[in-house]
């Protein structure tokens, strides 16, 4: 847990370095320790974004690494092992609050604008912040995002 409050946590997970396999396998399986015996204590940390920033960035970090993995990996098992972790709405939730709990840039908010129709297609609603929507609406942007519209660094 305390991986969540250091800045960059999550970004240097997902670049898949050998080093950081085994803790990216327990934050995508639902039943690993993390979601199981640590579920609590993750939920607590995770509730403090709103006052820590650092905790923020990593929850947003992880839904932009969900949402790449959802958009472009189709058929792996790591998308089908988040899919599964994503259709629990206590943590999809959890993650969901947390990266939104004070306002994103507009390019933050464009990177994973999707990610609460994906939500709901697993079956887990999620609710927008009130900043959401003008974001978007000034972004002008389309719904989904086109393949060539992701980002220049997405996670290997």
């Known amino acids: 847990m305390v991986g ?4 960059g946590f999550i970004e240097r997970l997902f670049r898949r370095e050998n080093e950081t396999f085994d803790i990216r396998c327990m934050i995508l399986t639902s ?20 006052t820590d ?27 089908t092992l988040l899919k599964k972790l994503l259709s629990d709405p206590e943590i999809s939730g ?24 994906q939500l709901k297609a697993l079956g887990v609603e999620v609710t927008t ?5 003008p974001v978007l609406a000034a972004l002008n942007l389309p719904t989904d995002l086109p393949d060539s519209d992701q980002p220049e660094n997405p996670p290997e």
Do not use: C, M
């Open 4 to 7: 969540l409050r250091q800045p």
């Open 31 to 50: 039943s690993s320790e993390l979601w199981s015996a640590l579920r609590a204590e993750v939920f607590i940390v995770l509730k403090e974004a709103a």
């Open 53 to 79: 920033r650092q905790i923020q960035e990593n929850a947003y970090d992880l839904l932009y690494w969900f949402d790449y993995i959802l958009r472009n990996e189709s058929g792996h098992e790591e998308t």
């Open 94 to 117: 959890a993650i969901w609050k947390a990266a939104v709990a004070a306002p994103l840039s507009p390019r933050g908010v464009a990177q994973i604008r999707d990610l609460p129709n």
């Open 129 to 133: 912040p009130a900043w959401w929507d």
